[in-house]
Protein backbone atom coordinates (compact mmCIF):
# COMPACT_ATOMS: atom_id res chain seq x y z
CA UNK A 1 0.00 0.00 0.00
CA UNK A 2 1.16 3.50 -0.99
CA UNK A 3 0.76 5.87 1.99
CA UNK A 4 0.38 9.70 1.05
CA UNK A 5 3.65 10.98 2.03
CA UNK A 6 5.63 8.52 -0.16
CA UNK A 7 7.20 10.78 -3.00
CA UNK A 8 6.13 8.20 -5.31
CA UNK A 9 2.45 9.23 -4.84
CA UNK A 10 0.83 11.76 -7.87
CA UNK A 11 2.53 10.18 -10.59
CA UNK A 12 -0.90 12.54 -12.05
CA UNK A 13 1.91 15.60 -10.90
CA UNK A 14 3.44 15.46 -14.61
CA UNK A 15 -0.08 15.95 -16.44
CA UNK A 16 -1.59 18.30 -13.52
CA UNK A 17 1.28 20.73 -14.19
CA UNK A 18 0.69 20.57 -18.21
CA UNK A 19 -2.89 21.02 -17.92
CA UNK A 20 -2.71 24.20 -16.02
CA UNK A 21 0.18 25.52 -18.17
CA UNK A 22 -1.72 25.29 -20.91
CA UNK A 23 -4.55 26.90 -19.62
CA UNK A 24 -3.11 29.52 -17.52
CA UNK A 25 -2.02 32.87 -18.67
CA UNK A 26 0.12 33.32 -15.22
CA UNK A 27 1.17 30.09 -12.99
CA UNK A 28 2.68 30.06 -9.61
CA UNK A 29 3.11 26.33 -8.54
CA UNK A 30 3.58 25.70 -4.41
CA UNK A 31 2.76 22.80 -2.49
CA UNK A 32 -0.51 21.50 -0.55
CA UNK A 33 1.37 19.87 2.31
CA UNK A 34 -1.70 18.64 4.13
CA UNK A 35 -0.03 15.18 5.24
CA UNK A 36 3.54 16.06 5.68
CA UNK A 37 4.51 15.13 2.05
CA UNK A 38 7.84 16.43 0.35
CA UNK A 39 7.22 19.40 -1.17
CA UNK A 40 10.05 19.59 -3.69
CA UNK A 41 9.41 16.19 -5.59
CA UNK A 42 6.07 16.71 -5.95
CA UNK A 43 6.57 20.68 -7.65
CA UNK A 44 9.72 19.08 -9.88
CA UNK A 45 7.05 16.78 -11.40
CA UNK A 46 4.78 19.28 -11.90
CA UNK A 47 6.98 22.10 -13.27
CA UNK A 48 8.47 19.47 -15.83
CA UNK A 49 5.02 18.80 -16.96
CA UNK A 50 4.54 22.75 -17.52
CA UNK A 51 7.59 23.26 -18.99
CA UNK A 52 6.71 20.64 -21.25
CA UNK A 53 4.09 22.67 -23.04
CA UNK A 54 5.15 26.01 -22.43
CA UNK A 55 8.64 27.96 -22.94
CA UNK A 56 8.59 30.32 -19.75
CA UNK A 57 8.89 29.40 -16.50
CA UNK A 58 6.02 29.27 -14.13
CA UNK A 59 6.99 30.66 -10.21
CA UNK A 60 7.36 28.21 -7.94
CA UNK A 61 6.55 29.69 -4.31
CA UNK A 62 7.71 26.93 -1.44
CA UNK A 63 4.92 29.23 0.99
CA UNK A 64 1.67 28.47 0.31
CA UNK A 65 0.02 31.63 1.92
CA UNK A 66 2.73 33.37 -0.25
CA UNK A 67 1.86 31.86 -3.18
CA UNK A 68 -2.00 32.34 -2.71
CA UNK A 69 -1.12 36.11 -2.22
CA UNK A 70 0.61 36.60 -5.10
CA UNK A 71 -1.91 35.29 -7.32
CA UNK A 72 -4.45 36.99 -5.98
CA UNK A 73 -2.95 40.40 -5.98
CA UNK A 74 -1.30 39.70 -9.69
CA UNK A 75 -5.37 39.20 -11.02
CA UNK A 76 -7.02 42.06 -12.36
CA UNK A 77 -10.80 42.66 -13.35
CA UNK A 78 -12.07 39.39 -15.31
CA UNK A 79 -8.87 37.37 -14.21
CA UNK A 80 -9.75 34.02 -12.36
CA UNK A 81 -7.60 32.66 -9.63
CA UNK A 82 -7.55 29.12 -9.21
CA UNK A 83 -6.31 27.45 -6.19
CA UNK A 84 -6.65 23.57 -6.42
CA UNK A 85 -5.20 20.81 -4.58
CA UNK A 86 -6.09 20.72 -0.85
CA UNK A 87 -9.67 20.87 -1.30
CA UNK A 88 -11.72 21.59 2.24
CA UNK A 89 -8.65 20.53 4.43
CA UNK A 90 -8.69 23.46 7.68
CA UNK A 91 -5.12 22.24 8.50
CA UNK A 92 -1.50 21.24 6.73
CA UNK A 93 1.22 19.60 8.41
CA UNK A 94 4.44 20.47 6.86
CA UNK A 95 6.72 17.71 8.53
CA UNK A 96 5.21 14.32 8.53
CA UNK A 97 6.64 14.18 12.14
CA UNK A 98 5.34 17.49 13.02
CA UNK A 99 1.92 18.66 14.16
CA UNK A 100 -0.57 20.09 12.14
CA UNK A 101 -1.16 23.99 11.62
CA UNK A 102 -4.60 25.69 10.76
CA UNK A 103 -4.44 26.02 7.65
CA UNK A 104 -7.23 26.45 5.63
CA UNK A 105 -7.10 28.29 1.39
CA UNK A 106 -10.61 29.46 1.57
CA UNK A 107 -10.10 31.73 4.53
CA UNK A 108 -6.27 32.89 3.72
CA UNK A 109 -7.72 34.10 0.26
CA UNK A 110 -10.21 35.97 1.52
CA UNK A 111 -8.19 37.68 4.21
CA UNK A 112 -5.81 38.53 1.09
CA UNK A 113 -9.05 40.09 -0.77
CA UNK A 114 -9.94 41.64 2.24
CA UNK A 115 -6.63 43.08 2.76
CA UNK A 116 -6.12 44.09 -0.73
CA UNK A 117 -9.61 45.91 -0.83
CA UNK A 118 -8.64 47.82 2.79
CA UNK A 119 -11.12 45.63 4.21
CA UNK A 120 -10.34 44.86 7.97
CA UNK A 121 -8.98 41.54 8.67
CA UNK A 122 -9.93 40.30 11.69
CA UNK A 123 -10.70 36.92 12.49
CA UNK A 124 -14.81 36.82 12.96
CA UNK A 125 -15.93 35.77 16.47
CA UNK A 126 -17.46 31.93 16.94
CA UNK A 127 -21.10 31.57 16.42
CA UNK A 128 -22.80 31.28 19.35
CA UNK A 129 -25.07 28.35 19.99
CA UNK A 130 -28.60 29.21 20.27
CA UNK A 131 -31.86 27.74 21.19
CA UNK A 132 -29.39 25.64 23.92
CA UNK A 133 -29.44 25.87 27.09
CA UNK A 134 -27.23 24.65 30.17
CA UNK A 135 -29.15 21.77 32.04
CA UNK A 136 -27.80 21.01 35.83
CA UNK A 137 -28.41 17.66 36.53
Not at 1 to 8: E, F, G
Not at 11 to 35: K, Y
Not at 37 to 61: C, E, F, K, N, T
Not at 93 to 101: E, K, L, N, V, Y
Amino acid sequence: MTRPTDPSVGSNFPEMGRTVAELADHLILTTSRFRGAPAIPALARQLAGARSVIDRSPQIVLNRREAIRRAVLAARPDDVVLIPGRGAFAQMQPDPRGRAIPFDDRRVALEILREALGEPTTRRPRRELRGRRKVNR
